[in-house]
């Protein structure tokens, strides 16, 4: 049996695992340059609660990438579009993000994955 920490996977699950997010991440990483030409606006959109500092994180989440001196790189904001749900329990968060190439298209997903009250990213 192999090595286990109290509580955690054994570390040939772990490694196994970590081979995995390597291999989804390569091949999503594929997909999307072979379906996108980067640079270019790319349209994400974000399903969460109607909250207002979950819509504000989302904001945050979905802004340019920034470069060394702190200042955007692109002068243009995402475009943001919100539609509410029938009965307004949820919102649907709508970007078109200026990105320069598959990572940061990646990078994006998991700023906005990682946010509580998102309930799903399309």
């Not at 072979?34 to 969460?48: D, K, L, R």
């Not at 919102?91 to 598959?102: C, E, I, M, T």
Request: glycine share 4%.
């Amino acid at each position: 049996m192999p090595p286990q920490v109290d509580g955690e996977a054994p570390v040939q699950d772990r490694e196994q695992d970590r081979a995995n997010d390597e291999a989804a991440r390569a091949r999503a990483l594929a997909l999307l340059e072979a379906t996108h030409e980067f640079p270019c606006h790319y349209a994400v959109t974000v399903i969460a609660f109607n909250i207002e500092t979950v819509t504000h994180a989302i904001r945050g989440a979905a802004r340019p990438a920034t470069d060394a001196t702190g200042s955007a790189e692109s002068s243009e904001a995402a475009a943001h579009e919100i539609r509410a749900s029938r009965e307004g329990k949820y919102l649907s968060h709508r970007f078109a993000v200026h990105v320069k190439g598959a990572d940061e298209v990646l990078e994006l997903y998991a700023r906005l994955k990682s946010l509580e009250g998102v309930v799903t990213i399309l």
